[in-house]
């Protein structure tokens, strides 16, 4: 709407100044004249300023038109001269120009924008449009300027000139109708639009125009000129709303065979032939034949070196494409990819020799086979569908089954599309395909892991919720045998301690298994990690059969380790050799030594063992003996980097000879004896400091040697854990306040003084560092006597910063683990 307001106001603007000028001719024509070159110049302006934006042949189109209308305006500023000198004339040195403004919108059509940049054709294109320009050039100076140079009887020049303007613009409006139904399913539509509206309308008002020139009844300032003013109106909106290059798609083969040809070196023959064939059927007489034949004789030689320019950039341009096909044939032998070629009835045209490698066929069998005989029996049905499935949707992607030489299959992810004729017909197909049989193997693995964890981590929140009921069981019952000591309960009631810690044992025992754990590491017994991962799967081997031995050194074995970590490879281990001995029985030994610089674990079974050709590849990623869905293969590989981030080593070693059994079936002959498999750990040895033996005792005489001035902080949102925190608290003679939420906390708090925090780490409305911090705020040397408590270890992976040297005190916890931890925080008297 814009751009036809302001056509609307430039004509009512050129009008109104041209009537108020009536009076004055001279000053109308240079005014008229000079507002119609602003007009045209405009088109010049917007076309520099966009340039950029347009890249190949687009480029070239707008080139095209903007050089046309920059001849133009040098036209007409030749007419006006000649109107203020006196000579005015239709037929004058400035008629070419104005006739060469004509020209640029032609020609411009042949550069086909709405194709796309085609910037490897570019050059050739611009040879096409100069040598077409020449023709016309050649054809108004054939016709009109020779003539009006040169007098001659016949049709009057400017009557030459009115006609063949009219069907310049006539060629004009048919070819930009043309070029809307050419590009109506580009982005280009719109551009022809707006160009083939001004060229038709100025077609149809150029008649009037013409007419008015013929009778003398034009005068600049009418309304006649409507008939350069709405074309450039139209040049001008296209301009500034044609759309910019975007990406040249990738150089296609050369197209368009002999016709292409014939466009190309049309304009050279018509030359001659229209010069040489006009002397000889109307000729005008000397000298105005000898000035057209020369002119056609310059003509023609320029032709001629136009066309071997154009051949010249075709030439280059077959130079690349070869290079290119070379390039891309290369490309395709390379590459790992199995890439099949076959015509439109089936038949092998062409394997590249990743496919010939693959399937185990050399290129001469392949040339004799179908697509149907490689592939896996059941999948022949396939190749029709295929087929239907590319000729619609001009692609298909699938999977597809092949066969090889020696009968066996893989899977193979598979590309197939089309190659078409010039006229549209499928001649062949293309197949880019992919071995996946290793992805869908690692596919599986990986669900598999993802099954896994997301059973852990409902292990996890189960785990939880159980702790706290076993808490409040626990500190209830070692409360009741405090009391009842001695009344004959004693053993009932140490039953039920021993078994609900022994649950509170196995649920810690998962929480440490599924949780990801801190990297920090401290000093700890290989002996008890052995231990405890031995009764992660004493229950589960005994139901099997199997029994699982421990030989532990003696003593103490101080290591420096991620204890969950080493937990978690002694566990893989036991599960590696629980899976070699199958559902037979068996034994599986752990077994600790102790050294002056290392200690070592081992685990060893009375499996089959490993055979030489396996003990090389025990330690990869993902290789594995189990069936699919049964292992990911990642266990060994998991406990062999865990043992190198701690310094020390994982390795396959034969195991001990009073390891190696009979068959657990007591049959077979001896060849047949289990040989076993015996995995070594080995752990950097680290020296610790042994605790007092009195530690515990002194924490509870410390605690129970006190008055009741101390005064205790407990936050914890479970009312059954924190009402057993306050008794416990208070028989050790402490004043307990209780909060059951952080804003509890934070009421209570205000403008007390405590000893001691003990603090839940999951509450209802915050979590324990928070309500920690504003604890801290008002008295910072709570800091060394705050506590956590919490039935999950893992829940403090995000406080552990801040927060890391503060003691945690893990639910479930006996009275003893609180004394000690009374002791750890050196509670004030």
Not at 62 to 67: C, Q
Not at 453 to 477: D, F, K, R
Not at 543 to 563: D, Y
């Amino acid at each position: 709407m814009r751009y036809l307001i302001s056509g609307i106001l430039y004509v009512v603007v050129y009008l109104g100044v041209s009537a108020l000028l009536g009076t004055h001719p001279v000053a109308r024509t240079v005014v008229a004249n000079s507002l119609l070159v602003a007009l045209a110049g405009s088109v010049c302006v917007v076309v520099f300023r966009r340039r950029q934006e347009w890249q190949g042949t687009q480029r070239m189109f707008w080139d095209a038109i903007a050089a046309g209308m920059a001849m133009w305006c040098i036209g007409a500023v030749g007419f006006t001269i000649s109107g203020l000198t006196g000579h005015r004339s239709w037929v004058q040195w400035h008629t070419m120009f104005s006739l060469c403004g004509g020209i640029g919108p032609v020609v411009a059509l042949l550069a086909r924008p709405h194709l796309g940049p085609r910037k490897q054709a570019a050059w050739a294109v611009a040879v096409d449009l100069v040598s077409y320009a020449m023709l016309i050039g050649f054809l108004f100076a054939y016709f009109i300027m020779v003539p009006s140079v040169v007098p001659a009887s016949g049709a009057s020049p400017q009557a030459t000139l009115l006609a063949l303007v009219q069907l310049q613009r006539l060629i004009l409006f048919l070819g930009s109708m043309a070029f809307v139904w050419l590009a109506r399913q580009t982005e280009w539509r719109d551009t022809f639009v707006r160009l083939a509206l001004g060229a038709s309308v100025g077609f149809f008002l150029r008649l009037l125009t013409s007419g008015a020139i013929s009778s003398d009844r034009y005068h600049e300032g009418s309304l006649y000129d409507l008939a350069w003013i709405v074309p450039f109106m139209c040049y001008l909106w296209a301009a500034l709303e044609a759309p910019a290059s975007g990406d040249d798609p990738a150089p296609s083969a050369l197209r368009g065979g002999w016709r292409r040809v014939v466009f190309s070196t049309a304009p050279v023959f018509l030359i001659p032939l229209i010069g040489f064939g006009l002397l000889r059927i109307q000729p005008i007489g000397d000298p105005g034949d000898s000035v057209r034949l020369l002119l056609t004789t310059l003509a023609m030689v320029a032709g001629i070196g136009i066309l071997t320019l154009r051949l010249s950039f075709q030439g280059g341009a077959l130079e690349r494409a070869d290079a290119r096909l070379r390039l891309l044939a290369a490309a395709t032998e390379q590459t790992a990819d199995l890439i099949l070629i076959t015509r439109a009835d089936g038949a092998v045209e062409h394997a590249n020799d990743a496919y010939a490698q693959a399937l185990g066929y050399t290129r001469d069998e392949l040339g004799t086979m179908t697509l149907p005989q490689l592939l896996e029996r059941g999948f022949e049905r396939m190749v029709e569908h295929v087929g239907s499935e590319v000729r619609q949707k001009a692609i298909w992607r699938g999977t597809l089954m092949h066969r090889r030489k020696d009968g066996s299959t893989f899977p193979a992810s598979s590309t197939v599309v089309a190659l078409r004729n010039s006229d549209g017909r499928i001649t062949h197909f293309v197949g880019v395909q992919r071995d996946i049989t290793e992805e869908l193997k690692l596919r599986d693995q990986l669900v598999h892991s993802e099954r896994l964890s997301a059973v852990g981590e409902l292990i996890a929140g189960v785990a939880h919720e159980i702790n706290n009921p076993l808490q409040t069981i626990i500190g209830c019952v070692e409360m009741l045998i405090e009391e009842r000591r001695g009344s004959g309960q004693d053993r009932d009631l140490e039953l039920v301690r021993q078994e609900a810690t022994r649950a509170g044992q196995i649920v810690r025992n998962l929480l440490s298994f599924v949780r990801r754990n801190s990297p920090d590491r401290s000093a700890a017994d290989l002996n008890q990690i052995a231990r405890d991962a031995a009764r992660m799967r004493e229950h589960h081997l005994a139901q099997r059969n199997i029994a699982l031995l421990l030989e532990l050194h003696p003593g103490v074995m101080a290591v420096l380790v991620n204890r969950e970590e080493i937990q978690q490879l002694v566990l893989n281990l036991v599960l590696n050799a629980e899976h070699a001995i199958g559902d037979q029985s068996g034994t599986i030994t752990i077994r600790t030594n102790a050294g002056e610089n290392a200690h070592v674990l081992q685990v060893t079974d009375d499996g089959p063992g490993v055979g030489p050709e396996l003990r090389g590849r025990v330690f990869e990623p993902f290789f594995t003996t189990k069936e699919v869905g049964e292992g990911t293969g990642l266990g060994l590989s998991i406990a062999l980097g865990i043992a190198n981030a701690h310094g020390g080593a994982l390795s396959l070693v034969d195991p001990p000879a009073g390891d190696q059994r009979e068959p657990a079936s007591g049959v077979g002959p001896s060849s047949d004896r289990r040989k076993g498999a015996c995995f070594q750990l080995t752990l950097p040895a680290h020296a610790i400091v042994t605790p007092s033996p009195r530690r515990d005792a002194d924490a509870r005489e410390t605690a129970s040697s006190s008055g009741g001035s101390r005064r205790a902080l407990v936050v914890e949102d479970e009312e059954t854990i924190r009402a057993l925190l306050v008794r416990l608290l208070e028989r050790r003679h402490y004043d307990v306040i209780d909060a059951a939420s952080c804003a509890d906390a934070r009421r209570l708090s205000e403008g007390v003084v405590f000893d001691l925090v003990l603090c839940d780490v999951r509450l209802g409305d915050g979590n324990g560092g928070d309500c920690l911090r504003h604890l801290l705020a008002a008295q910072p040397e709570l800091e060394r006597h705050a506590v956590f408590v919490t039935g999950d270890i893992g829940a403090l992976a995000d406080e552990e910063s801040e927060f890391g040297h503060i003691p945690v005190l893990v639910k479930p916890f006996t009275t003893t683990d609180l004394d000690r931890v009374l002791a750890d925080v050196e509670v004030s008297v």
